[in-house]
């Protein structure tokens, strides 16, 4: 019984494109994670590790914003190759920027961050409409790839400047040489030929009058006007029908792009509100609450401050893989419930900052897990009910349009963290425990 079940549920399953699409989350989203992960190396301990979260998120949630009504001009190939240039620009000029200690400047290093960010935010909205084409196993696969990233892009992290004594250097030019892993996965390991072929032809009665825009410009001639050649004038007359024609394609453009923002606007309160809360909670707590809480070291598996932030971050990226990659077994549709949870996540552990109620790190450990399964289980539940709740012809958009919401929520929470990590750590020092000065 077992077993048929399980063979009903990957039943359509293409092994290629499942291995493709799960390296392109992982690769998409790894170098974000490593960013993350090196925020403290990156800016000291005297700089707001926020600062790095915004660098590595304002222009991927830019690009957001606006590529999801241009980008479709742009073919896959192109924009794969445009990606995997800009990561590998980002990480070098991150690796080979001395560090702050050394006279490097934290700006270069943000410069290289933008960079990054910029590849990040495009190929997730990319690889999400990409979705659209290959069906729910692809967006499983994008999602578990995604939540591989966050675990091992800290798991690596940490463990490689910490029990291989590699120097930040070191490990973030290692990194750089990701992307290519991408193009592989692209031109190598997916099957193209379902992006080369209509999901369904034009013709397909429930195609909408912007999706008929779509199909614009016509080459062939309306009825009545009479075929070429047959006009005294040839040259007046051709010049006119394409100025005729040229009108009708920048009104179908125009008419496209309304519409565009009208399908934007109903994605909001059902998609995107859900998913903004959800990265708006968990980011303030893992760039503003998290690097506070903080433990005597004899009551804890380490034996330095610094410890604490990498692997909290690894613990939370545990539970992100494990939901990101739970859509082929469970789906959970009420997506404002965990989302509801992640802020009362973010308000206990607020709490415990400031009055030290919970008597061990490891109770915070398992905080941190939760926090992290919500975070995931909104994320992939999102764009799973997108595949399946709207019409064809507006999936694509929708997917790429809808990824906005979690870098917008990641802004959100940069500015947030900001603020609320300098005001718990200078309440702390007040109240007798420097720790926080100590990473």
């Known amino acids: 019984m077992y077993r048929a079940r399980f063979e009903t549920i990957f039943d359509g399953l293409n092994p290629w494109v ?76 991150i690796a080979l920027t001395p560090a702050y200690i050394d006279g490097g400047t934290i700006t270069t290093k943000m410069a290289g961050v933008v960079l990054a960010s910029l590849s990040s935010g495009g190929g997730e909205l990319s690889f999400l409409g990409l979705t659209h084409f290959y069906g729910p196993f692809s967006l499983a696969a994008w999602g578990s790839g995604t939540g591989a990233a966050g675990l091992l892009g800290a798991g690596a992290y940490a463990l490689a400047t910490t029990a291989l004594r590699m120097s930040v250097k070191s490990a973030l030019l290692a990194s750089s040489f990701l992307p290519v892993i991408m193009l592989l996965s692209f031109f190598i390991i997916l099957p193209l030929g379902a992006i080369r072929q209509p999901i369904h032809p034009i013709t397909t009665k429930d195609r909408s009058q912007e999706d008929r825009l779509q199909a614009l410009p016509r080459t062939e001639p309306e009825d009545g006007d009479p075929p070429a050649g047959e006009y005294e004038d040839e040259g007046l007359l051709s010049s006119q029908r394409t100025r005729n024609f040229q009108s009708r394609k920048h009104n179908g453009r125009y008419t496209i792009f309304r519409a565009n923002l009208h399908r934007a606007g109903s994605l909001f309160f059902p998609f995107m509100l859900p998913l903004l809360l959800v990265y708006i909670a968990e980011y303030t707590i893992n760039q503003g609450v998290a690097p506070t809480l903080l433990f005597p070291l004899s009551a804890t598996p380490f034996t330095h401050y610094r410890a604490f932030y990498p692997v909290y971050n ?39 900052a400031l009055f030290d109620f919970i008597p061990s790190v490891y109770i915070v450990f398992g905080i941190i897990f939760w926090e992290g399964l919500l975070g995931g289980l909104v994320y992939v539940n999102t764009f799973a009910e997108i595949l399946d709740t709207v019409e064809v012809g507006e999936r694509e958009f929708s997917l790429g349009a809808t990824s906005v919401s979690d870098s917008g929520g990641i802004c959100v929470a940069g500015f947030l963290g900001m603020a609320l990590e300098v005001a718990l750590c200078e309440w702390q020092v007040e109240h007798g425990k420097d720790w926080c000065r100590k990473l």
């Open 314 to 352: 690894a613990i939370y990226q545990t539970g992100v893989f494990l939901s990101r990659s739970s859509t082929p077994f469970f789906r959970f549709h009420n997506l404002y419930l965990p989302s509801l949870l992640q802020i009362l996540n973010l308000l206990l552990l607020t709490l415990h």
């Open 18 to 93: 499942c291995f493709a699409f799960w390296l392109f989350g992982l690769i998409n989203n790894v170098l974000y994670v490593i960013i993350l992960s090196a925020a403290l190396d990156l800016v000291g301990p005297n700089v707001p590790k926020g600062v790095v979260l915004l660098a590595d998120v304002i222009p991927s949630f830019l690009m957001k914003l606006c590529a999801p009504y241009f980008i479709h001009a742009v073919p896959y190939s192109i924009r794969i190759i445009l990606f995997a240039i800009l990561s590998t620009s980002g990480m070098l000029l």
